[in-house]
């Protein structure tokens, strides 16, 4: 397994442009996030999937938009990007069992800077 | 509103020294608490689960415990070494998981 991969490692923006971070697991996991994590602070949530079709807002979903067509992928979508979306972008993956286990990976990440 | 709450923001201790991380919570209606790690440039990597009706959990030199009744876990690190060193977050939910601020550890040889 590749577990969870995350595409471009890294992206320079201009104000105003629009770009696609992409993002896969092969693990077969229902539950898919994304995150941001701004220099020194814990990670908050943009958007998240518990399911193919099934999507739903984050804490800072703002300036962000994501779609859950495969169980598979997870692309998040940024308009109009700003200078307030600078930061590393992590993606994962999670597994719930029905047992309270849980089996969670996350990706390498991307690092955005938009000037 | 769910608010966690990791305490020191840094640490920096000898090679060998146990070492205690703490994470704090607000709202006890959890469903799990988990512990991860992070290293510099990197993702993070899942290190203890603890579900709700658990109080402790152990991995190899880590154990971490919970409290709910005082919104707390601990992490304990036995006998440090200088691979140890990293950011260490806690976050706790269900479907949406609130991460802390993370402890940034440094262990010195």
């Known amino acids: 397994n590749a577990g969870v991969t995350q595409t471009p490692k890294f992206r320079i923006l201009k104000i105003g442009q629009s770009m696609t971070l992409q993002c896969t697991q092969d693990?077969?996991?229902?539950?898919m996030y994304w995150y941001r994590q701004d220099p020194g602070m814990g990670l908050k949530l943009i958007y998240y999937s518990v399911g193919a079709g099934i999507t739903d807002k984050g804490e800072v979903p703002n300036g962000y938009n994501v779609s859950r067509s495969t169980t598979e992928d997870f692309p998040l979508r940024l308009e109009l990007a700003a200078p307030s979306q600078t930061s590393v972008y992590f993606c994962a993956s999670r597994l719930i069992g029905t047992s309270g286990q849980e089996t969670q990976y996350f990706g390498p990440g991307t690092r955005l800077l938009v000037l | 509103k769910q608010e966690v709450t990791q305490i020191p923001a840094a640490l920096s201790v000898p090679e060998g020294e146990n070492l205690v991380l703490n994470c704090s919570f607000t709202?006890?209606?959890?469903?799990?608490l988990q512990w991860f790690r992070q290293d510099p440039g990197k993702g993070l990597t899942s290190l203890l689960l603890i579900q709700s009706s658990q109080r402790e959990q152990t991995s190899g030199r880590l154990n971490a415990s919970l409290d709910k009744s005082s919104g707390r876990s601990t992490l304990y690190i036995a006998a440090s070494q200088p691979g140890d060193s990293a950011t260490y977050l806690c976050a706790v939910g269900f479907q949406k998981l609130v991460f802390g601020t993370g402890t940034r550890l440094l262990v010195s040889p």
């Open positions: 709202d006890s209606a959890i469903y799990n």
């Open positions: 693990m077969n996991h229902n539950y």
